[in-house]
């Protein structure tokens, strides 16, 4: 049951994550480049335009993604410099003959930093989810499956074997 939540949890953090890289016409995150697979085959192109046409956004929509988008950038972009800090004074203190207090204090730290960015990715992703309406959510969620499918098939095909 916990596998369970915890995959649906997953996938809706992956799915609305996703809205953020739509929300941003300078995203480097769905970029119309061409993904290559193992055997060196095309996969189809995940474009921003071509999700953004899937879904139908209107323009409020997308001006209303961009914004809540803005709203959070800064503050996550803080979030996670803070935690590359704090990750990489843990990895140091891991590495050295710092007593186990200091580590576990560190520990504690680094693990407040992620819970305090994910909570605040979070709460975008659910500002975004209010934007689209609940034809558009289940549409994503679809293509999001769709793209994760296409990404696992080439790895089976090299592997030959299914996950």
């Not at 085959?41 to 879904?55: A, I, N, S, T, V």
């Not at 956004?57 to 950038?73: A, C, G, H």
């Not at 689209?132 to 090299?158: C, G, K, Y």
Request: hydrophobic share 35%; no cysteine.
């Amino acid at each position: 049951m916990l596998l369970h939540r915890v995959s649906v949890l997953s996938v809706l953090l992956l799915s609305l994550g996703g809205v953020v890289a739509l929300a941003n016409p300078n995203s480097n995150f769905l970029t119309p480049t061409l993904a290559q697979n193992f055997e060196g085959q095309q996969r189809p192109h995940w474009g921003k335009q071509r999700l953004m046409q899937e879904l139908n956004l209107t323009p409020e929509q997308e001006q209303k993604l961009q914004d809540i988008r803005s709203q959070y950038k800064d503050q996550i972009s803080q979030r996670q410099q803070v935690l590359r800090q704090a990750t990489q004074e843990f990895a140091s203190l891991m590495a050295s003959n710092a007593d186990s207090s200091q580590i576990r204090a560190k520990h504690q730290q680094v693990q407040q930093l992620r819970q305090e960015l994910e909570d605040l990715r979070f709460e975008s992703m659910l500002a975004m989810r209010d934007v689209l309406t609940s034809d558009q959510r289940s549409r994503f969620a679809q293509l999001m499956e769709q793209r994760r499918e296409e990404f696992r098939n080439p790895m089976r095909q090299r592997r030959g074997q299914d996950f």
